[in-house]
């Protein structure tokens, strides 16, 4: 069986397509569908997904975008896919037989390009697959790059990148320079990046409300509270509208990993509920359209489920998708 490494976040709109974010059973249709053509048609899956801004250009434009959101139309950026995207789209891989891993301190492309590398210098059956000709880069590689799949019967037929050079102006990179990356993984998402956290906004309607990730810092100081060593302090990062000066401003803050926490992440539906009220009143005020609204408490349930499924009050070990669709 031949192994196939997925750029899994570069084939995100082959699987995601609906509007109203709560569909999440199309959504994982779709996976379902390319991992058991996958699995008739001899491959493995070992996919990799991004959970790190690394370097200044990547974080520049990570920037933007955000900046976009909030001054973008909201009919047009209808944020798709939703937040916590990368969680909930490795939990349904994860469901469906895939192995997933997210990149923690390097590159994703850097990781899997060394891991497909390596892989092939003992089983020689490994290929990437990606559309990023940024896999063209690396200097000394052992893989097989190809750009696309289709499904037909019930198999999979990949497409073979026929381009031999990455775009212009690409670096390239030796592969054997490297090779440290490969432990750079986890089986779940980063969610505090030590000494400095971001997180950009938590829905589409964050310029009317609130930017729920703001709202949910002080939650977030529990949660790193039982993930790191007490005393470790971490600068956090995240942009609001302010409805005063209708501007676009990022507010910076800390929180600090204590011994005793207030407990409150052991009842996530009344923190839930605590905050949809305060939104109440302009989510009703009739500015929007009801899929917006149902995008947007979409937004707050996945965030505080993404905290709950971290912390120490999950005994059952259930994945934000299990949350999602209680």
């Known amino acids: 069986?031949?192994?196939?490494?997925?750029?899994?976040?570069?084939?995100?709109?082959n699987f995601y397509t609906p509007r109203n974010y709560w569909q999440l059973d199309v959504f994982e249709r779709k996976v379902k569908k390319f991992l058991d053509a996958c699995?008739?048609?001899?491959?493995?899956?070992?996919?990799?997904i991004d959970s790190a801004i690394l370097t200044p250009q990547t974080m520049g434009k990570w920037r933007v975008r955000r900046e976009k959101e909030f001054l973008g139309d909201l009919q047009n950026n209808n944020r798709?896919?939703?937040?916590c995207w990368a969680t909930l789209y490795g939990d349904i891989l994860r469901k469906y037989g895939a192995d997933v891993y997210y990149s923690l301190t390097c590159d994703n492309d850097d990781l899997i390009?060394?891991?497909?590398?390596?892989?092939?210098?003992?089983?020689?059956?490994?290929?990437?697959?990606?559309?990023d000709l940024d896999f063209l880069?690396?200097?000394g590689r052992k893989y097989e790059l190809f750009k696309s799949f289709q499904i037909r019967k019930g198999r999979i037929f990949l497409e073979?990148?026929?381009?031999?050079k990455p775009k212009p102006g690409t670096s390239y990179i030796d592969i054997n320079s490297i090779l440290n990356v490969e432990s750079n993984t986890l089986n779940f998402p980063v969610t505090v990046n030590k000494p400095f956290y971001f997180r950009g906004i938590g829905s589409i309607l964050s310029k009317h409300?609130?930017?729920?990730?703001?709202?949910?810092?002080?939650?977030r100081e529990d949660l790193i509270s039982e993930l790191l060593p007490i005393g470790t302090v971490i600068q956090w990062t995240s942009p609001i509208w302010n409805q005063e000066k209708s501007t676009f401003e990022w507010v910076k803050g800390e929180f600090e990993a204590k011994q005793d926490t207030s407990g409150r992440l052991q009842y996530p539906d009344?923190?839930?509920?605590?905050?949809?009220?305060?939104?109440?009143?302009?989510l009703s005020s009739g500015l929007f359209k009801n899929q917006l609204i149902e995008n947007h408490e979409f937004s707050v349930h996945v965030l505080v489920y993404e905290m709950f499924v971290l912390s120490g009050y999950n005994t059952e070990n259930l994945s934000l998708l299990d949350m999602m669709k209680m």
């Open 137 to 139: 880069r690396y200097t």
């Open 270 to 282: 009344l923190i839930i509920d605590d905050i949809l009220k305060k939104h109440q009143p302009i």
């Open 160 to 164: 073979k990148q026929t381009k031999t």
């Open 80 to 83: 798709k896919p939703p937040t």
């Open 39 to 48: 699995l008739v048609s001899g491959y493995r899956i070992e996919a990799y």
């Open 209 to 219: 409300v609130e930017n729920i990730n703001v709202t949910l810092m002080e939650y």
């Open 1 to 13: 069986m031949k192994t196939i490494f997925l750029d899994a976040l570069n084939f995100s709109h």
């Open 113 to 131: 390009a060394v891991k497909a590398t390596n892989f092939n210098k003992i089983n020689n059956n490994a290929l990437v697959l990606s559309s």
